[in-house]
């Protein structure tokens, strides 16, 4: 079965721009969630997205936005970007309420010069 | 808010040899789950433990759960040079809570 696939790969922006990144979760996963990573913070949880709802949101600030689509894709935009938001942007996608865990996409690396 | 704390962050072993890596959460967790990071690679789903006290196993690796649910642990017995990589605990408060990683151990193996 295909898997999360998130696009784009890779991505260079200049500061101020806004950027909006998509992750297409496996069929069937109503649970969309994504993670922000970087050599020096780990995995920082940005949002959960579930039937279209926001269901948990991380403690980035209001720059950082999300949605979830009828059909379950979602998508996270960064308005106004900063150095410090150059980062490998991961997607998961999960049944969630079975508790299956997540499967990850590959993730966007984001370039902020 | 709920803070997952790994640790050591990085594990140099040579072949052969064990490895755990520790995860410990400022509050109860309902579950823990582990993932494993290849480098350039993206977090892979291991296992997920629920109840107090479980233990699992999957061929080389133990993974336990707490008797309190807040910590964990993983164990690779006799590591080998595919086991490189970073390994990720994450947990959540509740069910249907966001599920918060810890920062990751990073495992080299030496042949």
């Known amino acids: 079965k295909a898997g999360v696939t998130q696009t784009p790969r890779y991505l260079i922006k200049t500061r101020g721009q806004q950027v909006t990144l998509s992750c297409s979760p496996i069929?069937?996963?109503?649970?969309v969630s994504w993670y922000q990573q970087t050599p020096g913070q780990g995995l920082q949880f940005l949002f959960e997205?579930?039937?279209?709802?926001?269901?948990n949101k991380g403690n980035f600030p209001g720059r950082f936005s999300g949605r979830q689509f009828s059909n379950s894709r979602s998508e996270m935009n960064v308005s106004t970007l900063e150095l410090g938001d150059s980062a490998l942007y991961l997607c998961?996608?999960?049944?969630?309420?079975?508790?299956?865990?997540?499967?990850f996409g590959s993730g966007t690396r984001l370039t902020v010069v | 808010g709920q803070q997952v704390m790994q640790i050591p962050q990085y594990q140099h072993v040579q072949e052969g040899e064990d490895f755990t890596t520790y995860c410990n959460s400022s509050?109860?967790?309902?579950?823990i789950q582990w993932y494993k990071q290849r480098p350039g690679g993206h977090p892979v789903f291991l296992i997920q433990?629920?109840?107090?006290?479980e233990v699992k196993k999957q061929k080389r690796l133990t993974f336990q759960f707490g008797e309190a649910k807040k910590n964990s642990s993983l164990h690779i017995t006799a590591t080998q040079t595919t086991d490189v990589g970073t390994y990720f605990c994450?947990?959540?408060?509740?069910?249907?809570?966001?599920?918060?990683f810890g920062q990751g151990t990073e495992l080299s193996v030496k042949p």
């Open positions: 998961a996608s999960s049944f969630r309420d079975r508790g299956d865990g997540y499967t």
């Open positions: 069929s069937g996963h109503r649970s």
């Open positions: 997205y579930f039937s279209e709802t926001q269901r």
């Open positions: 509050t109860t967790l309902s579950n």
């Open positions: 433990l629920v109840k107090s006290g």
């Open positions: 994450a947990g959540a408060g509740n069910q249907g809570g966001k599920l918060i």
